[in-house]
Nanobody, 117 residues
Framework: QVQLVESGGGLVEAGGSLRLSCTAS????????AGWYRQAPGKQREVVAH???????YYADAVKGRFAISRDSARNRVFLRMDNLRPEDTAVYYC???????????WGQGTQVTVSS
């Protein structure tokens, strides 16, 4: 089965930047649909951003103007550029992806992002 793997998380100071990456392991996979989600302790998992097959992009209000989702031209990798990070961005970040409009989504194991004051 498809396994997605996130990388790029870490500890940064407020105002800093990180770029998260997501790749598929153990399978040939195209991120025709892709999204980033996050979950902070004690909170619901929430959508951060997603990009559709058509390249339409959605951002949560909390990250709009600061984060950018993208993928490489072959749709083999998905990225989340995070600028001007805030302590409230601290969470485990998960990527998801799908190959078809109606097909299933696959998920990664998450990568920790911690933003200090």
């Amino acid at each position: 089965q498809v396994q997605l793997v996130e990388s790029g998380g870490g500890l940064v100071e407020a105002g800093g930047s990180l770029r998260l990456s997501c790749t598929a392991s153990g399978s040939t996979f195209r991120f025709n649909r892709a999204g980033w989600y996050r979950q902070a302790p004690g909170k619901q998992r929430e959508v951060v951003a997603h990009i559709a097959t058509s390249d339409a992009i959605y951002y949560a209000d909390a990250v709009k103007g600061r984060f950018a989702i993208s993928r490489d031209s072959a749709r083999n990798r998905v990225f989340l550029r995070m600028d001007n990070l805030r302590p409230e961005d601290t969470a485990v970040y998960y990527c998801s992806g799908g190959e078809t409009t109606l097909g299933r989504d696959y998920w990664g194991q998450g990568t920790q992002v911690t933003v200090s004051s």
